[in-house]
T-cell receptor, first 114, second 113 residues
Framework: DAGVIQSPRHEVTEMGQEVTLRCKPI?????LFWYRQTMMRGLELLIY????????DSGMPEDRFSAKMPNASFSTLKIQPSEPRDSAVYFC????????????FGPGTRLLVL | AQSVTQLGSHVSVSEGALVLLRCNYS??????LFWYVQYPNQGLQLLLK??????LVKGINGFEAEFKKSETSFHLTKPSAHMSDAAEYFC???????????FGTGTRLLVSP
């Protein structure tokens, strides 16, 4: 299996622009997670989905952030409008089932908002 | 609420020396505990996990960890460090949502020749 795929790997944008991050989970995995990693706050869970349905979005920082999972093989995390403090590495992860528990991480998208 | 404390943001060892990375947890439910490793510019990769059963857990790359309920600890060890072990290591505990993980702040392992 190719693992979790994220695109783009790097994104540089200007403040106020819309940013869309993409994730393809491992085939057959029914849980999908979005994380943000910064030096100041470490690794934070933003939102997670089960069978394409958002289960817990309590980690989404504010209304500028939104996430969707239109089907089992694709998810997006959108920031609109972006701000410099959104600069971070965003990870997508997926897992098989509640009892499997192991989360498989993608390589991340490094976002820089100028 | 669940939480994880990793003592030491940086740990330095010489090649061939013992590696000990410390993790203490707090959990209001029976804990599931994990160690993940992150190499530069990569995502996190599972090293090992404890869910139930044997308290000494063996993982990949020669790492192991022991769950000690009385000490609320899950320290990661490796008898002999390799240069390739240089990375950042994260301890995590199952969160309140069954699938949620709560991560520690990470420990960067530096290995010198």
């Amino acid at each position: 299996d190719a693992g979790v795929i994220q695109s783009p790997r790097h994104e540089v944008t200007e403040m106020g622009q819309e940013v869309t991050l993409r994730c393809k989970p491992i085939s057959g995995h029914d849980y999908l997670f979005w994380y943000r990693q910064t030096m100041m706050r470490g690794l934070e869970l933003l939102i997670y989905f089960n069978n394409n349905v958002p289960i817990d979005d309590s980690g989404m920082p504010e209304d500028r952030f939104s996430a969707k999972m239109p089907n089992a093989s694709f998810s997006t995390l959108k920031i609109q409008p972006s701000e410099p403090r959104d600069s971070a590495v965003y990870f997508c992860a997926s897992s098989l089932s509640p009892f499997q528990e192991t989360q498989y991480f993608g390589p991340g998208t490094r976002l820089l908002v100028l | 609420a669940q939480s994880v404390t990793q003592l030491g943001s940086h740990v330095s060892v010489s090649e061939g020396a013992l590696v000990l990375l410390r993790c203490n947890y707090s959990s209001s439910v029976p804990p599931y505990l994990f160690w993940y490793v992150q190499y530069p510019n990569q995502g996190l990769q599972l090293l090992l996990k404890y869910t139930t059963g044997a308290t000494l857990v063996k993982g990949i790359n020669g790492f192991e960890a022991e769950f000690k309920k009385s000490e609320t600890s899950f320290h990661l060890t490796k008898p002999s460090a390799h240069m390739s072990d240089a990375a950042e290591y994260f301890c995590a505990v199952r969160g309140t949502g069954f699938q949620k993980l709560v991560f520690g702040t990470g420990t960067r392992l530096l290995v010198s020749p």
